[in-house]
């Protein structure tokens, strides 16, 4: 039994399952992130106010047979450790770029969830010789895709102090005011010449005709909405999303 164990071991490291952490700097600042498993390079980026592990827990394991993953984690997220100033969906764009750039990374294949989502589709903007293709979840293009605007508006508002430093706190003024128009746009989705698959469940919290508008904008989109699901389709539908995003990545 001993034995079988330690072949079972040994095969299983041998797939490039187990994760590898790393600590790198970026912009002048700490950015962890994690890899694993080997083959075409795979990028997936959290959810806001969340980890590689919590937002992908259902995928790592899988997309590592096939894919070699990079995982950062964001300025403020997990391992990386947060910064004076507010959060902001180009920094982490440009943060993710610049890790890319020194693992000497190109045509690298996206998955973004939420938050994540909106740093995949401005990543592609700004710097599409990085990116193969996109699949996105969950993601707004501006504030207005949100439905809960005026409770944001009253919290941001009790917000004072040392809690303005908080995660929380610099999440509300994210999601309050981000992303701007200068960072996504129906214009700028229009100019991002890559595959992008929208993934989006019929009971997401961005609103339906605004994930409709987002996959419009696009010039060469596939829209996918999975029914009696909410926003974390990852969490939710692995048995769905995994092999819809697998195949998509697949295709030729």
Partial sequence: MTRRFFFFLLAFAATGCFARSHTTTVNGHPLYYETRGAGRPLLLLHGGGNTVDGSFSHQLSRFALSHAIVAPEQVGHGHTPATTGPLSYAAMASDTAALLDELHLKNV????????????????????????????????????????????????????????????????????????????????????????????????????????????????????????????????????????????????
């Fill in 109 to 252: 294949d996206v998955v973004g969830w939420s938050d994540g989502g909106i740093v995949a589709l401005i990543l592609g903007i700004r710097r599409p010789d990085l990116v193969r293709r996109l699949i996105v979840s969950g993601a707004n293009f501006s504030p207005e895709g949100l439905p809960d605007l005026a409770e944001m508006r009253e919290k941001e508002a009790r917000t004072t102090g040392a809690a303005q430093l908080s995660l929380d706190a610099k999440l509300n003024h994210l999601w309050l005011t981000s992303p701007t128009p200068a960072e996504l746009s129906p214009e700028l989705l229009h100019g991002l010449h890559r595959s992008v698959l929208v993934l989006a469940g019929d009971h997401d919290e961005i609103l339906m005709d605004h994930t409709i508008a987002l996959y419009r904008a696009l010039p060469d989109a596939r829209l996918c909405i999975l029914p009696k699901t909410g926003h974390n389709t990852f969490g939710e539908r692995p048995e769905w999303v995994n092999p819809i995003i697998l195949s998509f990545l697949d295709e030729p």
